[in-house]
């Protein structure tokens, strides 16, 4: 858990907005919640030195990254940096590609916890080698750094590597992208970036490879930046946490909403996401528009989504044997967004769920 940049500032970032929010991170509660992670994006850098040392950009960062990082670590935060594996990053600043020691080094001295490396400019390598060879550069270091795998998952008709992350992804990093980059909308694509649902889509499938330790990541959290509502915000933070997503808020920390700390500060959704078992939940029924969602937790109650893609509000039934519970089981329930009891339930439970929206539950013997 955490905040990445790109989502909210892309190549805008500087060390002030960065302050900022990790302040923000502190006062809003975020860190107490769970969100440990300031993870700074593409365009940070400048260039290289004489001796082919990365260097930050002086003008945006002009007290440097190791300074910031320390900033970051005095408030209870941890670092997060990015790279590629490539010539380029996809802002068209120095990969690692033939630094890849070289640069684990300088973000370890730096102060690093985390690294998302991306996939641009990378020719004709192969991904396993290039990611791998990275990683062995991180535990070189002797600092125990996140290692996240950007290499975009799916629909990559343009790569000349077709393997997958999830594939291999365990044995190399902690996170792989199971697609192309997300942005703020519901449906739909924009370039290389898809929308919500289509994101969910792809990832959905993809369930049983992760774990502790090794998570499928649908990208980043867009709550709070403006695109959609907030009932489709809050379907993308249940989803995320029934899917064991990593949660990367990508907004303004410095300037939310109170509609928007209430969603992502969800401290009952957040317990599903941080789940220590660790398995990831997956879609349990589907009526067309209307779904159920399901994942297991480690004192063996269940989060339940019940989620309607349609775009009016509709009826949703959860049935018990559709949750691997027996039809004649009674359970209580509770509604994680009212944070309120609903009593108990024998064989099913149903609600109304608004368009484009959820009703989340957890059931408990």
Not at 10 to 20: P, S, T, Y
Not at 137 to 154: E, H, K, P, Q, Y
Not at 236 to 245: E, P, Y
Request: hydrophobic share 40%.
């Amino acid at each position: 858990m955490g905040w990445n940049s790109w989502n909210k500032f892309g190549c805008k970032i500087d060390e002030q907005a960065v302050r900022n929010v990790t302040d923000a991170m502190v006062s809003s509660g975020m860190r107490d919640a769970g969100y440990e992670y300031v993870i700074i994006d593409d365009c940070w850098q400048s260039g290289r030195d004489a001796d082919g040392n990365i260097v930050a950009d002086p003008v945006k960062f002009p007290s440097g990254i190791k300074a910031l990082a320390d900033y970051i670590h005095a408030r209870g935060l941890k670092f997060g940096i990015y790279s590629d594996a490539g010539t380029k990053t996809c802002g068209r600043r120095p990969g690692s590609l033939g630094h890849e020691y070289q640069d684990a080094l300088t973000y370890a001295r730096w102060g690093a916890d985390y690294l998302k490396y991306d996939w641009c400019f990378t020719g004709t390598r192969d991904s396993e080698e290039a990611y791998t060879t990275m990683a062995d550069a991180l535990r070189a270091t002797g600092r125990d750094i996140v290692f996240s795998i950007c290499n975009w998952g799916v629909n990559r008709p343009t790569m000349t590597d077709k393997s997958m992350p999830w594939e291999w992804g365990e044995k190399v990093g902690n996170l792989w992208r199971a697609t192309e980059d997300i942005y703020d909308t519901w449906a739909g694509r924009k370039g290389t970036s898809l929308g919500v649902v289509n994101i969910l889509d792809l990832t959905e499938p993809l369930y049983a490879y992760a774990g502790p330790g090794h998570w499928n990541d649908p990208d980043m959290l867009e709550i709070g930046n403006g695109g959609m509502t907030d009932d489709e915000y809050r379907s993308q933070f249940s989803l995320w946490a029934t899917i064991a997503a990593p949660l990367l808020a990508g907004n303004d920390v410095a300037a939310m909403d109170a509609k928007t700390k209430e969603i992502l500060l969800n401290r009952e959704i957040i317990a599903v996401d941080q789940d220590r078992l660790g398995v990831a939940g997956h879609r349990v029924r589907d009526n067309g528009d209307l779904e159920v969602w399901a994942r297991p937790l480690a004192n063996g109650d269940r989060a339940v989504v019940l989620f309607n893609r349609s775009d009016k509000p509709a009826d949703i039934t959860a049935d018990w044997i559709d949750l691997g519970y027996p039809a004649a089981l009674s359970l209580s329930v509770r509604d994680l967004w009212a944070h309120k009891s609903l009593g108990r339930a024998t064989g099913h439970f149903s609600a109304k769920v608004p368009s484009h929206g959820v009703v989340m539950v957890r059931l408990a013997l």
